[in-house]
């Protein structure tokens, strides 16, 4: 905590940096290669590899995917049946990226020979499709990087198509395709287009001073935006998910601009809660590697290589517990990772790594963000058998990729989630019978809340009436807390079913023993409701003799609940309520199944001018 505590400090004491005005280096002051590493960052990386566990597990993985790769076709400009997206951009993508590696780290020749031409052939398709511009945004990082890497080995011919490519296909259509939404949003796609925009300017500026000073100075004022995602606390709107695609762009983004300008011209401590936001990570992973996967994010944690620019910056090598955990697992770390693995190795070359892995020292978290309050806690750091407790409250419709989760959890205990969420939905499918837009339109009429993974209905939240939620609810923390009896916190969330009662509160937290209790209470209904209270487990529930029953892994536990409550004229009137054990799916032709997932039901009238206390116990 004290750590944090600090950088918070000193990134409030720093001033506001201007809008700078872009100077290039001169011509021949910084050779190729100038992008994430230079020649002497190849000695670093090397020595590395050769003294650490955990960096030769990256290099394995990346050798071990090349050498599966390297007598394999190359991916074609195939479309997607619709015509709208690349079927295999990423993984062309990769390929440049980690057969460029390859060629930098291990000299093969065979893998720089690969990278070249995977570059050319990409640089010879119609279009980067710059209707959607992470496409063109995401090749530009990639070619810009071989380009950058072995300029040296390219014929002056195939100099120039690159650079043709990389102006004609995304740094001019950077300008004409929706530039705002695009370059200057507070969301992931403002730290992916501007990091591949950049990447393009940096490695071209020598041809195209002019282009590349413009690129430079948007960045400059639209980059800045994607920083208050992240302020004030570090806690990241969109999820963990979302946080590693958009935050190890923008890492990226910040040290081609140390590296090539001398300066990031003070993006990363514009506002306090970037440097503070790998604390939100680390929590938002749960003792299993399964994550609090609100939003549109899926449960299983991945390696987020952005964490090792964070432990470089902060001076803190417990920052990188998990990740060093993750890298130990078995997992394909070149899934999703692969643009910023290079230059991972480069950082974690400067936290003066040790194979003994620092735990971390705080058990809660709590961010304080009105945008996304949240809380968390865990039993342990060192026990994949700890209790784990993810509470979310904030806005819906203000924060981007939502579901109608504000007021649910997450309960994870003897690596079991007894309470989970069900994750984002296949947008292909999805999309496939609603449309794009209607998928991610975030309004109150929106057929997204539809779809079973982001409305009410998939959520262990409250529904009045069949009633969707209002969207434009502000859920906040009355109280959390931090006994050894009672770990969690109280909510407010009134507003988020507005006209049905005068407060409604919820209550969600551990015991002494960390098994869960939540209660609810809702005051003066304003008529009478039909209320329907939903708990979302992946679990093989069931109802036995009245009780639900929750299996899994050999492992038992009971859900059992409590009513009490007072009519309008304030005499005793206890609710009859119904529960039922549900499966997780819908007759919708866009809902895909959610197999080893149930829906846990209660149902009671809430009469008007009532009020009821609701105690759930899973013990």
């Not at 093969?108 to 209707?131: F, G, L, T």
């Not at 999820?239 to 890492?251: A, D, K, L, P």
Request: aromatic share 12%.
């Amino acid at each position: 905590m004290r750590t944090k505590s600090i950088l918070l400090i000193l990134c409030l004491l720093l001033p506001l940096a201007a809008q700078a005005q872009v100077t290039l280096p001169k011509k021949g002051s910084q050779p190729h290669p100038r992008l994430i590493l230079k020649a002497e960052d190849e000695v670093a990386v090397r020595e590395l590899i050769g003294r650490d566990k955990y960096a030769r597990i990256v290099d394995s993985s990346i050798v071990a995917f090349c050498e599966s790769r390297l007598n394999e076709p190359s991916y074609t400009d195939e479309r997607d049946a619709a015509g709208t997206r690349f079927l295999y951009l990423r993984q062309k993508n990769k390929d440049i990226h980690l057969f460029s590696y390859m060629g930098r780290i291990h000299g093969r020749e065979d893998c720089r020979e690969r990278a070249i031409d995977e570059m050319m052939q990409m640089c010879e398709w119609k279009n980067w499709n710059p209707e959607h511009f992470l496409d063109p945004s995401e090749a530009a990082l990639a070619v810009s990087i071989c380009y950058d890497w072995f300029y040296d080995y390219l014929t002056p011919k195939q100099r120039k198509t690159v650079r043709n490519a990389l102006l004609d296909f995304a740094v001019y259509p950077s300008f004409e395709k929706h530039p705002d939404h695009y370059f200057y949003s507070t969301t992931n796609w403002s730290s992916v287009c501007n990091c591949g925009i950049m990447a393009a300017a940096l490695a071209l500026y020598e041809e195209d001073s002019a282009t590349a000073v413009r690129v430079l100075e948007r960045c400059m004022e639209g980059n800045r935006k994607v920083f208050r995602s992240y302020d004030p606390t570090g806690a990241y709107p969109e999820g963990f998910n979302y946080w590693s695609f958009g935050t190890r762009h923008e890492v990226l983004l910040l040290d081609m601009l140390e590296n090539v300008m001398g300066t990031d011209f003070g993006l990363a401590t514009e506002t306090p809660g970037f440097m503070l936001t790998p604390y939100f990570i680390l929590h938002m992973t749960g003792p299993f590697g399964m994550a609090f996967n609100y939003g549109d994010n899926p449960a299983e944690t991945k390696f987020h290589p952005a964490v090792f620019w964070f432990a470089q910056k902060n001076y803190d090598p417990s920052l990188l517990y998990l990740e060093q955990k993750q890298l130990t697992s078995g997992e394909d770390i070149t899934v999703g990772a692969y643009a910023c693995l290079a230059a991972m190795l480069k950082w974690y070359s400067k936290v003066n790594p040790s194979e003994d892995r620092v735990v971390p020292s705080d058990l809660f978290y709590e961010n304080g963000d009105k945008k996304i309050p949240l809380f968390i806690y865990r039993s342990s750091w060192e026990s994949e058998d700890a209790a784990y407790l993810g509470i979310r409250g904030g806005s819906i419709r203000k924060v981007n990729h939502s579901h109608i989760d504000a007021g649910s959890f997450v309960y994870y205990k003897d690596k079991v989630r007894w309470v989970a969420e069900l994750g984002a939905p296949n947008y292909s499918l999805v999309e496939s019978y609603i449309g794009h837009n209607p998928l991610f339109l975030i309004k109150q009429e929106s057929a997204r809340w539809d779809v079973l993974r982001e409305g009410a209905h998939g959520h262990s939240v409250v529904t009045f009436d069949g009633q969707r939620p209002w969207i434009d609810c502000d859920v906040q923390f009355v109280k959390t807390f931090r006994a050894p009896n009672q770990k969690g916190a109280l909510m407010d969330l009134t507003s988020m079913y507005p006209g049905m009662t005068k407060s409604y509160r919820r209550m969600v937290y551990l015991d002494a023993a960390d098994n869960l209790v939540v209660t609810e209470k809702f005051v003066g209904a304003t008529e009478a409701h039909r209320v329907r209270w939903t708990l979302v487990t992946e679990t093989d529930a069931a109802l036995e003799d009245g009780t639900v029953v929750l299996r899994k892994n050999g492992l038992s536990r009971q859900l059992s609940f409590a009513l009490t409550g007072k009519d309008s004229a304030g005499q005793p009137a206890v609710p009859q309520f119904s529960v039922s054990v549900d499966e997780a799916a819908t007759d919708q032709p866009y809902d895909e199944g959610n197999p080893g997932f149930k829906l846990i039901h209660l149902e009671f009238t809430l009469e008007a001018g009532a009020t009821v206390n609701l105690i759930s116990r899973l013990l």
